[in-house]
């Protein structure tokens, strides 16, 4: 079970997805509009879309790590302390431009589930803060003297599905009241991008304190 992380560590990722899940985004932005304009079945297959997105990000993130934790350990320090720098800038960006959804109720003419899962899957895909944010986020919570590296990572990409997909589904089956609500009440968007901001802020600072030693 070299693949687990400690306790401490699960749990913060947990916490750190769970407030990523909840944060809007394109993903939430698309999801609601699908469930808008073509049902919520429809829009649940978004959602399985963008998390085999996510699939994807974690493939690319598990083994590219491993193969630069192999190659340079300094590299990989160098990349961690770039990651923090990366959450630290999220954090300002969420208290300077804050959370935006705005989503139109725009009938469509439906589409297959084929055609839902693919609309999912490239927005999250090729979406450059993803990709980005993959790459500096899981890093975060592994160590470059790990073997089990790997395992440990595409355990964490597994963890960030598997609680993503609930927050995901519940958006999509109270989208009617949800996109409206938060609409209608943006003090507690902007509460949501302040603990947004503070976790993040904390996860960077722990990150750079913890290389300095």
Known sequence: MDFLPSLSTLLAFAAATLLLAATPGPDMTLSI??????????ALFVVIGTSLG????????AFGISALITASPTAF????????????????????????????????????????????????????????????????FVSAGDPAVTQKLLFLGLCFI????????????????????????????????YTFAGVFSIFAAKILLTQAR
């Open 77 to 140: 320090l160098i990349l961690k302390t770039g990651g923090a720098a990366y959450l630290f800038w999220l954090a300002v960006q969420a208290i300077r431009f804050g959370s935006k959804l705005t989503v139109a109720k725009v009938e469509e003419q439906k589409g297959s589930a084929l055609s839902n899962i693919s609309s999912g899957f490239w927005v999250n895909l090729l979406n450059p803060k993803v990709i980005i944010f993959f790459m500096t986020f899981l890093p975060q």
């Open 33 to 42: 509009s699908r469930s808008l304009s073509q049902g919520k079945k429809a």
């Open 162 to 193: 598997v609680i993503g997909m609930p927050v995901n589904a519940g958006v999509v089956l109270a989208a009617d009241w949800l996109a409206s609500w938060l609409q209608n009440n943006r003090k507690v968007l902007r509460g949501m991008d």
């Open 54 to 61: 996510i699939v994807v990000h974690t493939m690319l993130v």
